[in-house]
Each structure stands twice: as structure tokens, then as C-alpha cells.
């Protein structure tokens, strides 16, 4: 899957939402790029005291997406799994990809994917916003949650 066609959203009147960062572990350089877009995002949109938590790897992310969704008007998953030489990769983004959009849908509370899943550590470094990336998933999911939430609420206002 290309990033290419991905759109320039415009968020506007988002400062007041309630927003939390859940990131995994594995792979340090390429989670700390997906960290800091993802707080660069929160700080471009005026959020200024997002939560963000830490798990250990990919796999635990829906459960503490879970553990949030009632405090938060929108979460956002960061982790990167790169694929092996065993099936573990697929049921690892399987689980992720699954348990991530059961949280959301069952929730109401947007989740924000930027869980990569990669074939290997360039590719991965390569969408993760460092210097020389050429794309920042980080802060694209911060982006698309926080426009989602926005929507969200647009649409729960008595004149609709
Ligand atoms: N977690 C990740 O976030 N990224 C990975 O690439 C990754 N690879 C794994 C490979 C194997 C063989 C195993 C057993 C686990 C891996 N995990 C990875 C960890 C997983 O998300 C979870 O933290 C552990 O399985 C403990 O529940």
C-alpha cells in the first residue's frame, strides 16, 4: 500500500479535545520518529498536554486503547512490526489491525492507526518522520483522529 493520495486535512477549534498517544516499544529509532511526529502534530493543532503511554509492543496496543477510550475524545496507536521469517508478522498485524478497529467502532472514540508494518527497518525508517523520511505516520494518525473527532462532535450538536 502507497502513502501517495493521502489528504491535507484542515483542523480547526480542536485545542479543547482530550487526546492520548499509546506508542509500542519494539524498534526504538523508528518509534521515537513516530513519537515526536505525533506530538509535533498535537502541538501544530493546539493541544498542549496530550497523555501518551507507552507499552511494550504492538500486540498490547488495543487493550490499552480500550483501558483510555472512555477518558479520551480521541487515542492514537503508534508501533511498527517488521516482518520475519515466520507467520508471527501476520498475526501480529492481524491482532493489532482487528483489535484497534473493534476498540474504535465498539468505543465510538476514533483511533488514530499508525501501527507500521513493514518488510523491513528502511522501509519502516522511511515513513517514520525522521530527517530523510518521506513520510510521518506519526503525525498523519495524530491528523486524521483529531479530524475525526472533530466531525465526530460537529455532528452530535442539537442542530444536526
Ligand atoms: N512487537 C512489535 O511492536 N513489533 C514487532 O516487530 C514485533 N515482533 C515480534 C516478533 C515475535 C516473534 C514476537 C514473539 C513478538 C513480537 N512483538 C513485536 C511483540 C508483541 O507485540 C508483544 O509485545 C509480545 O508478543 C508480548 O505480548
Redesign the pocket.
Known amino acids: 500500500m502507497s502513502g501517495k493520495g493521502a489528504p491535507e486535512l484542515s483542523v480547526r477549534n480542536v485545542s479543547d479535545l482530550r487526546v492520548a498517544v499509546i506508542a509500542?516499544?519494539?524498534?526504538e529509532k523508528v518509534m521515537d520518529g513516530l513519537v515526536d511526529g505525533a506530538l509535533r502534530a498535537l502541538r501544530d493543532l493546539g493541544i498542549d498536554e496530550p497523555t501518551l503511554l507507552r507499552?511494550?509492543?504492538?500486540?498490547?496496543l488495543p487493550v490499552a486503547a480500550k483501558a483510555l477510550a472512555g477518558r479520551y475524545d480521541a487515542i492514537v496507536a503508534l508501533?511498527?512490526?517488521?516482518r520475519?521469517g515466520?507467520p508471527?508478522?501476520e498475526y501480529?498485524c492481524q491482532g493489532?489491525t482487528q483489535g484497534l478497529t473493534q476498540v474504535s467502532v465498539e468505543t465510538g472514540v476514533p483511533v488514530g492507526f499508525g501501527?507500521l508494518t513493514c518488510d523491513d527497518e528502511e522501509q519502516a525508517l522511511d515513513r517514520a518522520g525522521l530527517e530523510g523520511s518521506h513520510e510521518d505516520k506519526g503525525h498523519e494518525a495524530v491528523t486524521a483522529a483529531v479530524a475525526t473527532a472533530a466531525t465526530l462532535r460537529s455532528v452530535s450538536e442539537p442542530w444536526h
Open positions: 509500542a516499544q519494539w524498534h507499552v511494550p509492543g504492538s500486540w498490547e508501533g511498527v512490526v517488521i520475519g515466520t508471527h508478522f501480529v493489532v501501527v
